[in-house]
């Protein structure tokens, strides 16, 4: 008498058979339905397609509402703020005494941050010279001075503080001496143009999400977790070299 040999794919649970799992061959004459392994798979798949759902509108949300916030960053580029190259910007407080801050897009761009602090060994700051450091789980950033002047007060500020603060430290300097490196109007909005452009485009592509830029099903909190580590620092330092 002839016995039918089955063959081993015969025996392949489903899940095995759609790859979804390495190795399991099934033990329930493949009633799926009363089956708890099959049970347990297909609870765990609508799960994690209904939490990469959810981090896709948050993706959307976030890039949306950046957009809107860099948009606002245009009209504050007016009296009495001086606007600078390298995204510095001082106010003065009287005669030759100015308070120091960044440009509030780099506020906006920023997230996740660890640490910020003047790196200098001294409050005299020469042109071009790295004088403040932020640093972040997608790395750190240098800011440059594109003028000479001298630190008379650091603000001292944690990382908390520094996203409530428009102001990094108290400095001195000639009006002189910037007058050159004043950022224009057009510049500026030439800057913000630029980024919102990558995020628009960014935007455009959001039916990847999971597949290229959720490493691991990491849930998304950060820019710099949509963009990716190397895009996000080239975007920072883009805008901080303007």
Request: contains cysteine; hydrophobic residues 35%.
């Amino acid at each position: 008498m002839n016995i039918p040999v089955r063959k081993y794919d015969d025996f392949k649970c489903i899940w095995m058979s759609s790859d979804l799992i390495n190795y399991r061959l099934c033990s329930n004459s493949f009633d799926c339905e009363t089956c708890n392994f099959y049970k347990n798979i297909y609870d765990f798949k609508s799960n994690q397609n209904n939490y990469q759902e959810q981090n896709t509108e948050f993706y959307k949300d976030k890039i949306k509402s950046t957009i809107k916030r860099l948009e606002l960053c245009r009209k504050l580029n007016t009296h009495p703020y001086y606007f600078l190259k390298n995204n510095i910007i001082l106010k003065n407080f009287s005669g030759d005494k100015y308070y120091l801050g960044l440009n509030p897009a780099i506020y906006v761009l920023l997230d996740n941050v660890t640490y910020t602090g003047f790196n200098s060994l001294t409050n005299l700051i020469e042109k071009n010279e790295p004088f403040f450091r932020v640093d972040g789980d997608w790395g750190n950033i240098e800011i440059q001075s594109p003028i000479k002047f001298f630190l008379l007060w650091d603000m001292k500020l944690s990382s908390k503080e520094f996203f409530n603060s428009k102001w990094i430290g108290f400095v001195e300097t000639d009006i002189k001496t910037f007058e050159d490196n004043l950022l224009t109007e057009e510049e500026f909005n030439q800057n913000i143009s630029h980024i919102n452009n990558q995020l628009t485009e960014l935007l455009s592509s959001y039916k990847n999400v999971g597949e290229t830029m959720m490493d691991g099903g990491m849930k998304v909190r950060y820019l710099h977790q949509i963009f990716g580590k190397e895009k996000y620092l080239s975007l920072l330092n883009h805008l901080l070299k303007i």
